[in-house]
Nanobody, 123 residues
């Protein structure tokens, strides 16, 4: 079983940048898709970005395209979410998730989750 641990959240001003990390442990990730989701207070969890571990194909939510970049570091078994041009509406708890094989934006189809890291963007 894969275990995920997020880090890198914090407080940043609008227009600033943060990089989130998701360290994976437990087994090889070659058949996995790693995704980032976020959940703001009172709102449903929403898809942010995903990447296939083996070939690095990426998928983004429209709301973050051009501002966020997902990437992975094989030797470190870590997925990153580089967030630039942050907006107050990006404020949320950010979660790393994993599932095998196919990329999807559906949170319900990811069966492994980290504990989350909080991102707050001030205006």
């Amino acid at each position: 079983q894969v275990q995920l641990v997020e880090s890198g959240g914090g407080l940043v001003q609008a227009g600033g940048s943060l990089r989130l990390s998701c360290a994976a442990a437990g087994r090889t990730l070659s058949t996995y898709v790693l995704g980032w989701f976020r959940q703001a207070p009172g709102k449903e969890r929403e898809f942010v970005a995903a990447i296939t571990w083996n070939v690095g194909n990426t998928l983004y939510a429209d709301s973050v395209k051009g501002r966020f970049t997902i990437s992975r570091d094989g030797p470190k078994n870590t997925v990153y979410l580089q967030m630039n041009s942050l907006k107050p509406e990006d404020t949320a708890d950010y979660y790393c998730a994993a599932r095998r094989f196919a990329t999807t934006m559906n949170a319900g189809q990811y069966n492994i989750w980290g504990q989350g890291t909080q991102v707050t963007v001030s205006s």
